[in-house]
């Protein structure tokens, strides 16, 4: 019987394309470099700012890599919750799993003071820790958050699903040896989460709660 549940943030939790790729398309702008439409970003993010900014500047321009990761911080920060929130039903999933006793936590590849500020916006005294990427340990889908996660949960790598939606999640569920739950109305969608081999892969919010009622009972 699973305990509880970690989840991934960006595409997961809350819708925060539009914000992301606003803030990376403005650092663009300032460089005198093309801009990328919104569903470009499906495929920039989800290992990490740098990764995404990366992507976003390309390869030719790798060496204002650094200036334009520190101009999007600045942005960004100002900018994170202009359009970012839960997805439609998710915040009375995430009270109801809370009062259910299912401890819940957070492991995301976002900067872990950005992480912090906008899962307690969105879902305020919900998670049990919440940890974002910062130096102390490497990003997903490296276990080394995930495993971290689990011991402030006070919980086995088998009392709990790792849920997300992307290969990164499903590779972390995966290294951390935890079933995975990958969702389709995230970022990537269901032939990258079944190419993963997610343990189960969820459409709803109510698919996605059955499952974890299910292996409560």
């Not at 969702?183 to 969820?202: I, K, N």
């Amino acid at each position: 019987m699973k305990k509880g549940c970690l989840f991934d943030l960006d595409g997961t939790l809350v819708d925060s394309l539009m914000d992301l790729a606003i803030c990376a398309n403005t650092v663009l702008q300032a460089h005198h470099l093309s801009t990328h439409e919104l569903s470009k970003y499906n495929q920039f993010v989800g290992n990490g700012v740098k990764k995404l900014m990366e992507r976003a500047i390309g390869k030719d321009h790798l060496d204002i890599l650094d200036e334009c990761l520190e101009e999007f911080y600045q942005v960004y920060e100002e900018h994170c919750l202009d359009h970012t929130m839960p997805y439609p039903g998710m915040s009375e999933l995430i009270h109801e799993l809370n009062d259910s006793g299912i401890r819940l936590g957070v492991v995301t590849n976002k900067p872990h003071y950005l992480a912090l500020r906008i899962v307690e916006h969105c879902f305020p005294d919900c998670f049990v820790t919440i940890l974002g990427q910062q130096d102390l340990y490497p990003v997903k889908p490296n276990p080394e958050s995930t495993c971290i996660a689990l011991m402030n949960m006070k919980l086995g790598h088998q009392d709990c699903y790792f849920i997300g939606d992307s290969n990164v999640d499903i590779d972390t569920g995966y290294n951390a040896d935890m079933e995975t739950i990958g969702v389709t109305w995230g970022f990537r969608g269901r032939a990258e989460l079944e190419a993963a081999q997610a343990t189960y892969v969820v459409d709803t919010l109510q698919e996605l709660k059955e499952i974890i009622y299910n292996d409560r009972s």
